[in-house]
């Protein structure tokens, strides 16, 4: 049977609070299903996260990269993956489902491409596209 949630990796320390706000009030309108959330313990703060969420304060270069990774399982689910930085390219591209990377338009690494990776920058258009794609993914 197929699964109807989707996979939610969020680093927090890569993306700015407005994008943060705008990605959790697509979250809490279309509850996806497994949320996590890494980064250091001043950006988790920042920000109201879904109750449902686990969030995991990361320390250190690249901590938050490390909790995230260790969270992902790898299933054929849509992922949802909220990173301004690159480091998750090549999950991205390996992800079995299709993915959707939520970015800052200035920090969208070109790294990001391939037949199931689509890109938002919930700046951009208020999280519509964001919405829209959450919609679709627990409609299936």
Do not use: C
Not at 60 to 74: E, F, K, M, P, V
Not at 96 to 117: E, Q
């Amino acid at each position: 049977m197929h699964d109807h949630t989707v996979q939610v990796l969020i680093d927090a320390d890569n993306l700015d609070v407005p994008r943060l706000r705008l990605l959790v009030a697509a979250l809490e309108a279309a509850p996806p299903g497994d949320v996590v959330i890494a980064g250091a313990p001043t950006a988790l703060e920042a920000v109201d996260w879904p109750v449902q969420a686990q969030v995991l304060p990361a320390t250190g270069w690249q901590g938050a990269d490390i909790l995230l990774a260790r969270a992902y399982q790898t299933d054929g689910r849509p992922l949802l993956l909220a990173t301004g930085d690159g480091d998750f390219a090549q999950l991205a591209r390996r992800h079995p489902g299709i993915v959707l990377v939520v970015s800052g338009t200035s920090s969208r690494s070109r790294t990001f491409v391939g037949p199931r990776i689509s890109t938002t920058d919930p700046a951009a258009d208020g999280g519509a596209q964001l919405r829209s794609w959450l919609d679709k993914q627990t409609m299936l």
